[in-house]
């Protein structure tokens, strides 16, 4: 291609297109350089000069059963020739079939879904359900979260993303310290401690917020993007209870932590607690398609059988979407993959209790399945991070060398603040493992030249 006397190739092509007629998120728009992806495999993405990245947070975390499977796109071809539209008004096989199943794998009595296109619609129109059901208005979620980044969902969370808009943000939303063990805000010596104090802290804000006026609590299924901060044993359990005695419902996040990540099909069945609501997307097509979904209990759903349902969206129950779903939960099924999940997460904390040893900068290393995340700090008696919290552009020096240090090594993974993340697709095999934490390894080596200890 010829632009004035200058020959461009494809590639740069493309890649120009991209820049100068886009918009990518949560990044200033000039001076970009985005991997300019051809093709994706398994594990593994390609660009356009044909070097290899191995995929160690399943890009958004959310593509759970690896790149390029077959059996999704047989199924979204299928459907496309049978309906690709109709309006949610109308009832189709895929759409019956896909709630059928999911009312069979969810936790509890979790029975109806509300299908949306991705997971700040499920949480928008969970928030708005909560207060329509409850007649209540305020809402509790966590400092240390992330919902989503429409007006509703980034209010709920505590993301510092949200810092921008927060001006504008949904009233009413109240926010509680998360069970951080690693820097626990009680100072205790246990992670149940821990647990239990902000059970107290979270049943003390609901009486000084008047307990009747609070419609809903929301919490990830398992922490992601703030931390992969566990949850301790019996925690989300007693956030149940304390819900149940003020007659307030209880929000599962699931859209990152969903669908076999976290070695279960849902992070909440860690912890043997039964929702109230659960929002779910990313895994449920393992990215491949656009599809989230709001699913409630039965005693929920009744209560709109004689009112109308408050909730519409253009696109809800999108067939071709619901097909892609379907498929994929096939996926998990017929290849164990959360039974995978489970087993390649404790190796992963295996091998990264070696890095330990030869990483003074690990501070701390918390993982669910393949939720994971590497904390590092600059000395583990001080828990000091090698970049603080929110860091100015300024403060960034260690986190960016690393970031470009996994790029330059073939690595699509996150980088954020101190936290390097650890979320491959569920397909992974311990070799892949071992093949990524060499790449990370060679990452931390950086962090270690600021280690103060």
Same mark, same amino acid.
């Given at each position: ?46 660009? $356009? ?20 499977? +077959? ?23 895929? $759409? ?23 997971? !700040? ?14 007649? $209540? ?179 809800? !129950?999108? %067939? ?6 379907? !498929? ?16 390649? @997460? ?13 990483? +003074? ?26 970049? %603080? ?17 996994? $790029? ?15 979320? +491959? ?27 103060? @200890?």
């Amino acid at each position: 291609m010829e632009i004035g006397a200058t020959v461009v190739s494809e590639k740069e092509q493309i890649l120009q297109n991209n820049l100068n007629h886009t918009l990518f998120s949560w990044s200033k728009q000039g001076g970009l350089n985005p991997i300019n992806v051809e093709r994706a495999e398994g594990v593994y993405l390609y660009d $356009r000069s044909g070097k290899r990245y191995i995929d160690f947070s399943s890009q958004l975390m959310s593509v759970n059963i690896g790149h390029g499977h +077959p059996k999704v796109k047989e199924a979204v071809l299928k459907q496309m020739d049978e309906v690709s539209y109709v309006f949610p008004g109308m009832a189709t096989k895929v $759409r019956g079939n896909l709630g059928k199943k999911l009312a069979e794998i969810t936790p509890g009595n979790l029975n109806r879904t509300f299908f949306t296109l991705g997971g !700040a619609e499920a949480i928008e129109n969970a928030i708005k359900l909560a207060r329509v059901y409850t007649g $209540r208005h305020k809402i509790i979620a966590q400092y240390r979260s992330y919902h989503g980044a429409t007006m509703a969902a980034i209010t709920a969370g505590g993301d510092p993303r949200k810092f921008a808009v927060d001006s504008q943000q949904l009233p009413n939303i109240i926010h509680v310290e998360n069970p951080y063990f690693y820097r626990c805000p009680w100072d205790t010596d246990s992670p149940e401690k821990c647990g239990e104090m902000a059970a107290r802290n979270l049943e003390q804000v609901i009486q000084y917020e008047n307990p009747d006026s609070i419609a809903a609590i929301i919490l990830e299924g398992e922490n992601g993007s703030s931390g992969c901060i566990k949850y301790p044993l019996g925690y989300w359990k007693k956030v149940t209870e304390i819900a149940r005695k003020y007659g307030i419902l209880t929000i599962d996040d699931e859209v990152m932590s969903g669908f076999g990540r976290t070695g279960k099909m849902f992070a909440v069945e860690h912890h043997d607690a039964e929702p109230d609501m659960m929002c779910v997307a990313k895994g449920l097509t393992s990215s491949y398609l656009p599809l989230g979904g709001l699913i409630v209990t039965e005693k929920i759903a009744k209560a709109f059988d004689d009112k109308p349902l408050p909730l519409g969206l253009t696109y809800s !129950a999108h %067939p071709v979407s619901c097909a892609a779903a379907l !498929a994929t939960i096939q996926v998990y099924e017929d290849e164990n993959l959360v039974e995978n999940a489970a087993n390649m @997460g404790e190796y992963m904390i295996q091998r990264i209790e070696e890095l330990k040893q030869k990483h +003074p900068s690990i501070g701390d290393f918390r993982c669910t399945g393949l939720l994971g995340c590497i904390e590092l700090v600059k000395n583990r008696e001080t828990k000091e991070p090698v970049t %603080p919290w929110n860091a100015k552009p300024e403060a960034m020096e260690v986190s960016n060398k690393m970031a470009a240090k996994i $790029r330059e090594l073939g690595m699509f993974t996150f980088v954020r603040w101190n936290w390097i993340f650890t979320c +491959p697709p569920l397909c992974i095999t311990k070799e892949q493992i071992d093949e990524g934490l060499e790449i990370i390894s060679q990452a931390i080596a950086i962090a270690d030249e600021y280690y103060e @200890g």
